[in-house]
């Protein structure tokens, strides 16, 4: 391990060598034991980083800001209450539009209508001879 590299650890990791990747661990422990001056001052710095970090102490926040703080807050409208005023109203009118096309299905479909005539047209697999098989008009149902 480089010194370079040790102190880029200790930079990121913090003094505590435990902390460190376990890949890692016994390069830097290496490195301390064969007494390199760089290594042991960068070990030192992140020491110091360290202790100021763990001596913070936050500042406990007055209740009372805390709840001025909410209240003030703007209040989300639930999924239902914004959008109620024009749902109600679409749904009608879907449910509208829904039941005129049924209707209109089912009256097309309980209609006959006249059959004149009906013919088999020739098909793409007919090769040309296909024939009328079926024909009925007016004049031939009188007989």
Request: charged share 15%; aromatic share 8%.
């Amino acid at each position: 391990m480089t010194p370079e590299r040790f102190a880029y650890l200790a930079d990121a990791y913090g003094a505590d060598l435990q902390r460190w990747p376990l890949a890692e661990q016994g390069a830097a422990q290496a490195l301390l034991d064969s007494g390199n001056a760089s290594a042991r001052e960068a070990l030192h710095a992140a020491g110091w980083l360290d202790a100021q970090l763990d001596s913070h102490q936050l500042a406990f926040l007055d209740p009372a800001l805390a709840r001025q703080i909410r209240q003030s807050a703007p209040r989300r409208a639930s999924f239902w209450s914004r959008y109620a005023g024009w749902l109600s109203p679409a749904g009608l009118v879907g449910v509208g539009i829904a039941g005129v096309a049924t209707g209109m299905l089912v009256a097309s479909m309980s209609v006959p209508l006249p059959m004149v005539s009906a013919e088999v047209l020739p098909s793409v697999f007919d090769q040309g001879d296909a024939q009328v098989i079926f024909s009925v008009n007016a004049e031939d149902t009188e007989q």
